[in-house]
């Protein structure tokens, strides 16, 4: 008798759980379950679609039905699972359409439900012009209202991922954009210094942020929203974006008994089967394992759905195949701005018992001779104990993607700074400056490590200046033009020239906090502070790029 596999969600990973099965076992029965009525479409994309970047709906659609039922892949669609016998195996129903209750039996099942949008318990969500952006489906919703006169003004409800790109698409159908976040920050997964090279970025496409507010209600006017009211204000509004984020839909598993875990996603093992044998589950439903930490996490991301599910297509059919985890690699387009990030951030490191140490450089995309060149600042962190690589972090026009890539490559490798440093990587003038911006950040590192120069974060400056500004001085050596721009609030300015013969004017007693624009120069000051027996020096990680702090100009002054 023929095995027969039964998979219930069809967007990404149940889809590519289906044509892997059927490519390592051409006789079995596949059934997929869904109850939209497309499948296997790009929900990364969605996006661009409301943007008009991509055109058409359709080339959205990896696979129809009809391509599925070719290979033998039977499509179910506006079927809803509602119970699943883990006993019995089978699982029961009911078709969206008709009504009608039904029931099959499976030898294998896979569970890819994905991720739910999270919705607030507030007034007003029943309101007109209030959306989502989960299904290509909530995208249909939007591109049917958004792109009319009607709406001028959108407030977008989070500052993650999908509501900083949609913050883009929104922009370039010339609405007139706010962003409210809960948090702190926007886009929390970065660390903070990072966050706000992407806050002023957006802030100058005219794009309106406010953090740290809660929202309290949405208001609106003859069944139509017209106003967000956040715990300090009321913000005027024509569209409602929500997105707070999402959570993995797990009240089927939950039911049959599988084992839910600790991330509140569903616990599966290294070969991506739960806790009852012959049951799978894959994609944004799951949770997994952390690589640099070796702690369960929920990362629902496309790009690991589709890991996954090729994983269980293989296990389905008797294989071995293991998915051991992630480390939270993404990246995401916001304009000409590519934010990337890969392992853990300062705070993560921090919090996971690591001695975090920061290198922050600029990293260009080509010789700096070399016409067409772009920049990204660019993060690497290693632990100090061990100098073992543990994340990084990119953002700005540059080639962030690559900068990523590479270091996620370091990170699977468990690679240290040092031997980060001597990677054999490519170059070419077109391509990248001669020691490339990865291994410029791996040499800092290593500087760091080996006590040439201490490092402090924006952030401890800041703490430094409000808290004790009696028994520190912050040393700008910029140039002229530089600090006339603008320059940290009770600075000394000396430029990198001139330091030599005017290091008198520093108090030595004071512990002295050396900034430029990036880090390059300042650092050359660390060097000849000490030399000249300044004892209490440090560097600002990052400069002026990741001060995001109060500013004065010189200019203004005069």
Known sequence: MKKRLLVIGGVAAGPKAAAKARRCDPEMEIVVYQEEEEISYAGCGLPYYVSGVVKERRELISRTAGQFAQDGIRIQKHRRIEEIDTEKRTVSGRDLESGEVFTDRFDRLVLATGAQPIRPKIEGLDLRNVFYLRSIFDADAIVDRIRSDEIRNAVIVGGGYIGL????????????????????????????????????????????????????????????????????????TDAVLMGLGVRPQVELARKAGLRIGETGAIWVNERMETSVEGIYAAGDCAETTHLITGKKVWVPLGSTANKQGRVVGINVCGGEATFPGVMGTTIFKVFDFNAAKTGLGMREAEKEGFHPVQ????????????????????????????????????????????????????????????????????????????????????????????????????????????????????LDVREKEEVEEKRIPGSVW??????????????????????????????KACLRLQHAGVENVKNVDGGMLCWCYDVVSDEKKR
């Open 494 to 523: 000396i430029p990198l020239g001139d330091l030599k013969k005017r290091i008198d004017e520093l108090d030595k007693s004071k512990e002295t906090l050396v900034h430029c624009e990036s880090g390059l120069r300042s650092y």
């Open 165 to 236: 790109e949609m913050a883009e698409s929104l922009v370039q159908l010339s609405k007139k954009v706010t962003i409210v976040e809960m948090a702190p920050q926007i886009l929390t997964l970065f660390d903070q210094d990072f966050a706000e090279i992407l806050r002023r970025y957006l802030e100058n496409k005219g794009v309106r942020i406010f953090t740290s507010e809660p929202i309290r209600a949405l208001k609106g006017r003859e069944g139509k929203v017209t106003h967000l009211q956040t715990a300090t204000q009321e913000i005027e």
């Open 359 to 474: 290198a922050i450089v600029r990293g260009y995309s080509r010789a700096h001779y070399y016409p067409g060149g772009k920049e990204s600042t660019l993060k690497v962190i290693a632990d100090r104990e061990t100098g073992r690589i543990l994340g990084a972090q990119a953002i700005g026009e540059g080639p962030s993607d690559k900068f990523i890539d590479v270091l996620a490559m370091a990170l699977h490798g468990r690679m240290t700074c040092r031997e980060l440093s001597n990677v054999d990587l490519a170059y070419a003038p077109p391509y990248s400056p001669a020691l490339s911006p990865v291994i410029v950040a791996a040499n800092v590192l290593l500087n760091k490590l080996e006590g040439r120069v201490e490092g402090i974060q924006a952030s401890e400056v800041k703490e430094r200046l409000e808290k004790a500004k009696e028994k520190v001085q912050v």
